[in-house]
T-cell receptor, first 112, second 108 residues
Framework: SQTIHQWPATLVQPVGSPLSLECTVE??????LYWYRQAAGRGLQLLFY??????ISSEVPQNLSASRPQDRQFILSSKKLLLSDSGFYLC???????????FGPGTRLTVT | KNEVEQSPQNLTAQEGEFITINCSYS?????LHWLQQHPGGGIVSLFM???GKKKHGRLIATINIQEKHSSLHITASHPRDSAVYIC??????????FGQGTRLTINP
């Protein structure tokens, strides 16, 4: 069966510090991968998606970036965090576009 | 105006009541999703549908493509159904666009 992991579960970082959130999927090959953010009191927003290794599409211009160094690994990064980067970050995968998406447990990021 | 609108935003009901959450969208879609988010934040996909009706246990989801409207029903509601229910649509090849969510509280 397929499993999706995210870590860390919670993170408190000062403004200006770097960020690295990791997501890995097990039990499937060549998944579509997604990063979402849920800011406090707001709905989910797609940040990045990837259809293959090294292929990243950005939905929202911001100081975040994403990378996919391996087939089942998706990393969200920032060189310098802003207060507005606080939120709940979710990774998800799907077999292909427009198919059901499966979400990871999420990372709650607080930028202080 | 948001591309995906849900109503109501908050809903409180007694155990056993029949629950309906509505979702309207204004864009062309290839699929509509209903998601459940528990207090800890974890999200579970309940349904993905592009036409008609689907049923899983006490949950029923319907979609009317012509009217661009979907409903999520919960029969015989239970306190463990308390969660935020999110409607999302697949717009284009990859993009999921989300509604703001409906916070459901079922009191015993």
């Amino acid at each position: 069966s397929q499993t999706i992991h995210q870590w860390p579960a919670t993170l408190v970082q000062p403004v200006g510090s770097p960020l690295s959130l990791e997501c890995t999927v097990e039990g499937t090959s060549n998944p579509n991968l997604y990063w979402y953010r849920q800011a406090a009191g707001r709905g989910l927003q797609l940040l990045f998606y990837s259809v293959g290794i090294g292929q990243i599409s950005s939905e929202v211009p911001q100081n975040l970036s994403a990378s996919r160094p391996q087939d089942r690994q998706f990393i969200l990064s920032s060189k310098k965090l802003l207060l507005s980067d606080s939120g709940f970050y979710l990774c998800a995968w799907s077999v292909e576009a427009a198919r059901e998406q499966y979400f990871g447990p999420g990372t709650r990021l607080t930028v202080t | 105006k948001n591309e995906v609108e849900q109503s109501p935003q908050n809903l409180t009901a007694q155990e056993g009541e029949f629950i309906t959450i509505n979702c309207s969208y204004s864009v062309g879609i290839s699929a509509l999703h209903w998601l459940q988010q528990h207090p800890g934040g974890g999200i579970v996909s309940l349904f993905m549908l592009s036409s008609g009706k689907k049923k899983h246990g006490r949950l029923i989801a319907t979609i009317n493509i012509q009217e661009k409207h979907s409903s999520l029903h919960i029969t015989a509601s239970h306190p463990r159904d308390s969660a935020v229910y999110i409607c999302a649509v697949t717009k284009g090849a990859q993009k999921l666009v989300f509604g703001q969510g409906t916070r459901l509280t079922i009191n015993p």
